[in-house]
């Protein structure tokens, strides 16, 4: 309830998270049946980057606006920061969107929203972002307790994204652990996918051990770390991990992931990770192409 993401929008974290976003809708996307998109833990929507409370941390600095002005990004970070460019007016780029912001700018007319968010002041915020568009549904509610009721969505296909303040450290792996449990238990073809900050590598590992066990058939790690995992006095890199991931998204992702360290991080001290940790579904053959047509014989 003490968490503000105003003093971190737009930091290396939500570059990576919301590149992931990005991915994971896009791939929805790929069907023409519509999907439903579940957000337990939306903020305000979108981010005023001269705010007091941006610039008294500058986080955004060393993120988007590293990226901002870079040249020969990959496609996947190009359409993020498209997505980013229409969250703003003209080439004045001071606000910055929120997962709910991205999701909504990348869903279609047939597709829908639910957002949850506890705290009453980013609740009101939110709904004021999304009053006039009738696809978006905000819940001024815990997202853990509503994924029971929201889950599964009458689409009966589509997305969570999990992205709490980790107010609570170990305890909130403990939490999405259980709201996962649940959920895949209600909905196990749904996809799901996590938020997590990473201080000390002793504290993730606990949590990705618990994924291999989930139930889920495939589920992808995606990570981010701009210095060693060794110390919890600093937010040293960021993870994602996508269950019931779509097939290929690792092969998505890998370009974008490689550029980043060296854009965000320090050589040296800067990596990525992408790896499965569980791939269970067997690699899905391309398509046999049809037989060439024969012309009839001549005799």
Not at 153 to 161: D, F, I, Q, T, Y
Request: hydrophobic letters at 40%; one cysteine or more.
């Amino acid at each position: 309830m003490n968490y503000r993401h105003a003093y971190h929008a737009g930091n290396f974290a939500d570059v990576l998270k919301h590149m992931v976003l990005v991915a994971l809708v896009d791939a929805l996307k790929q069907k023409a049946t519509p999907f439903g998109y579940v957000d337990t833990h939306a903020g305000r929507g979108r981010y005023d980057l001269r705010s007091v409370e941006a610039r008294k941390t500058a986080e955004a600095d060393d993120g988007f606006g590293v990226l901002r002005t870079a040249t020969g990004l990959p496609p996947l970070l190009w359409k993020w920061l498209e997505v980013v460019r229409a969250c703003n007016e003209g080439d004045d780029l001071r606000h910055y969107p929120g997962s709910p912001w991205i999701a909504a700018h990348l869903m279609r007319d047939t597709d829908s929203a639910q957002l949850c968010e506890l705290h009453p002041e980013e609740a009101a915020a939110l709904r004021q972002v999304f009053h006039h568009d009738p696809r978006v549904h905000v819940h001024g509610r815990d997202g853990y307790e509503a994924m029971k009721a929201l889950l599964p969505p009458k689409e009966k296909r589509g997305l969570v994204l999990i992205d709490p303040p980790f107010e609570a450290q170990e305890a909130e792996f403990r939490l999405i652990e259980k709201s996962l449990k649940a959920a895949l238990e209600k909905w196990p073809t749904g996809m799901y996918a996590v938020w997590y900050p990473i201080k000390q590598r002793s504290h993730v590992q606990p949590f990705h051990r618990w994924l291999t066990r989930c139930g889920a058939k495939r589920v992808l790690m995606a990570e981010l770390l701009l210095h060693p995992d060794d110390s919890p006095l600093r937010l040293n890199g960021s993870g994602m991990v996508i269950v019931n991931a779509p097939w290929k998204l690792d092969e998505t992702l890998r370009d974008s992931l490689k550029v980043l360290p060296r854009l965000l991080g320090k050589p040296g001290e800067s990596e990525y990770r992408l790896s499965w940790l569980v791939n269970d579904e067997p690699a899905q053959a391309p398509p046999t192409p049809p037989s060439p047509k024969r012309s009839p014989s001549r005799r």
